[in-house]
């Protein structure tokens, strides 16, 4: 929940008082911290003295800057994630007939494929930040896959691997404002959509209050996906994006172009699909060795900022490609990563969410490398996260803070 | 590929002659081995002195009987399901607001959801092989998950984790008739079938050709699943059960029988649910130490056997629940093993899959805990598979196995 009224303030400053709490830890993503940031801002106007501190914790990975190089529960569950994809990339080279779509949990932004991508080294990566910064339609994206699919074709390869990162949707130009468009339609009618018995009457009535633009671009889509679109929002009013089976939109979208390919004799392979939906299984696994230390040293350290009548932090540790006891422990103000946004026609300070950055290393490192990757089966299969053993096996943290950190050497 | 001509047979005979070989080791499950023993007896009428050994190799844990205690790869997929299922109920029992469905791989037989629901002791744990012999409608199967649905609603529980091999669709009985009647219908009209543009136009033939009890049946189900009901048959002509979203099947009718409930008021929780298939991840992954130690011991003595100058043997190693040194090795003449059957009409030799034992010890310990799995969080999180560190963590091999074997002692 966001904390926003006058109200809801007061009350959490009734129970901090009533419960005589001196330290609050608040741990979480973008969101969450952004109520640490308000509360403690809130509580020392008001002159209560209990100190706010926040860990970052999100798989997402998008909670990061300067000070801040991960969030715990990224390692973990891009490891369980490349477990599943490195299998099935062991599957696809052995059967030779299957193209397997696998989406990755992450919402807006795709760090999590990234990673993933890294450990597996699978034949498409999808980057969502890419096909916004690139202006591209939802028929560029296709156009990109099919290309890869006829050329491995041409090869006999009639089988691979493609990543899409969950929010990819969101990210196409096009999509963006039609989801938009249908955010504003659905909140403003809410009321008369309710009344309505079935979906069909509910889109008649939303394709009446889209452009004509925007509902052909609706109506082009299969029907699954545009009742996807339909659904109920999430308590900030966006779409829920692990709701919507971009992969088999994806495909269904690859299977037409290649059957005009086919016709104009341009295609001569085969193209069996398989999807694939990985989120809740890497979301609540046992944590790496790597999560395990860096949330002991978070939670230690959140305790000392505390201890030390500090208010108003996010729990900092760095050096994280070090061992842990080279790590440097501090504290970055809430404050200082905040900027202004508009969320429901009102300026809010809210914590920016981190999302691939098309200059920074690890996405030059999926540049330089992709061509390679697509035609090749330079597949890797990392296997399940060990906790005994050699410790290059179960200490080692994730490629895309590895990339990171060097560059800054 | 089925070895049946008499074309084929002599191709076989005229490789191995030509290269001279001196043993011929057949990998498979039951329909490989099935053309193991027959190729056996085949090179020996034709006195051929080649040695044919058949090694059980299987995932679905169908291979097995007094002499063959599992089969190869049975125990890596669970643990890998089991890690991803462990996880999802650790999941649930975090967000307390979904239903999870997980349908898992296995083809006909349920060996794989029975050990994954010891492993994770998820809420319900459907058996194909008892639907059948219950002779349960879908309907029924169905009023089983919404009993359990409601009453832990009633305990402000609206979440939880029910497990559904793919096959179960195949054991509802009433499901099974339409899919024979399909089988045979699509097999007959296939060049017409073909030349028809629309899955509609093909649905309404196939309505016409199957009398009117089994088209309404098809009918009734959703438009999803009647159209995956018509996708393509396997080499065998069987159904891909695989390709059946059967666990999206129960949701809807669960949903629709939830409603008529809450119109009569006597379900006043909620259900959100969300769907899963573990099937190719888990075929693929890197061996367990149980899985890596018994392939070493099967090919290992499948070779001894050949060097015996055997043929027509399956490469048997028993005792598997104790340390490997305990093991016993040996061999089983497939024919022992063979029955004949009635396949496209005719009667043919095949070894038969093994299915749930509804007698058996495992099972009798799934009813023992059912009630309680079902109404309370008694989830178990088994993690990923280890390889270093203690005995009791990486080398124990399955429930399925400990039970069964332990009632022998």
Redesign the interface.
Known sequence: TKIETPEQFEQTKKTILENKIDALVVIGGDDSNTNAGLLAEYFKKEGTSVSVIGVPKTIDGDLKNEMIETSFGFDTATK?YA??VG??C??VN?ARKYW?FVRLMGRSASHITLEVGFKTQSNIILIGEEVLAKNMTLSQVVDSIVGVVVKRSEAKKNFGVVLVPEGLIEFVPEMKVLIAALNDVLAENEPTLRSMANLDEKKNFVYAKLTPQLAALMRSLPYGISSQLMLDRDPHGNVQVSQIETEKLLIDMVKARLSELKKEGKFQGKFSA?T??FG???????PSNFDANYCYALGYNAAVLALNGLTGYLSSVRKLIKKPEQWECGGVPLTMMMNIERRKGKEKPVIQKALVNLSGAPFKVLVKNRDNWAMTESYL?P????????SVITDMTTKTLQYEQEKKK
């Open positions: 369980i477990e599943l299998n099935i062991r599957d052995s397997h398989i694939h939906f809740y299984e890497g979301r609540c696994g046992a299969f296997g399940p996260i060990q906790y005994f053993g050699p």
